[in-house]
């Protein structure tokens, strides 16, 4: 199974931006579905956004939507995900998630994750 490694993260003012990394180790995303995943503080982890490495498609939450951007480094076997306009409620532990198979956004689908990496966005 793959292994994931998050990594960037960090304090940033709103409107700022930050961009986070998961790395894939063991084996490549080539048959995988990764996806991003937020847990604030007293709150149910959430979806935020997923590609599909094989086509490159892409899928996000209407929270982010226009914000958030995912995107994938073929030679890097690495996902990124670029966060402009960033807002206090953005604030949480990000984690990403991989899985075979279809797309989809419930934390339960997904079977291999990330350590998780802080973001915070102060006002």
């Known amino acids: 199974q793959v292994q994931l490694i998050n990594s960037g993260g960090g304090l940033v003012q709103a409107g700022g931006s930050l961009r986070l990394s998961c790395a894939a180790s063991?084996?490549?995303?080539?048959?995988?579905?990764v996806g991003w995943f937020r847990q604030a503080p007293g709150k149910e982890r959430e979806f935020v956004a997923a590609i599909r490495w094989s086509t490159g498609s892409t899928y996000y939450a209407d929270s982010v939507k226009g914000r958030f951007t995912i995107s994938r480094d073929n030679a890097k076997n690495t996902v990124y995900l670029q966060m402009n306009s960033l807002k206090p409620e953005d604030t949480a532990v990000y984690y990403c998630?991989?899985?075979?198979?279809?797309?989809?956004?419930?934390?339960?689908?997904?079977?291999?994750w990330g350590q998780g990496t802080q973001v915070t966005v102060s006002s």
């Open positions: 063991g084996r490549t995303f080539s048959t995988y579905v």
């Open positions: 998630a991989a899985r075979t198979g279809a797309v989809l956004t419930r934390p339960n689908d997904y079977t291999n």
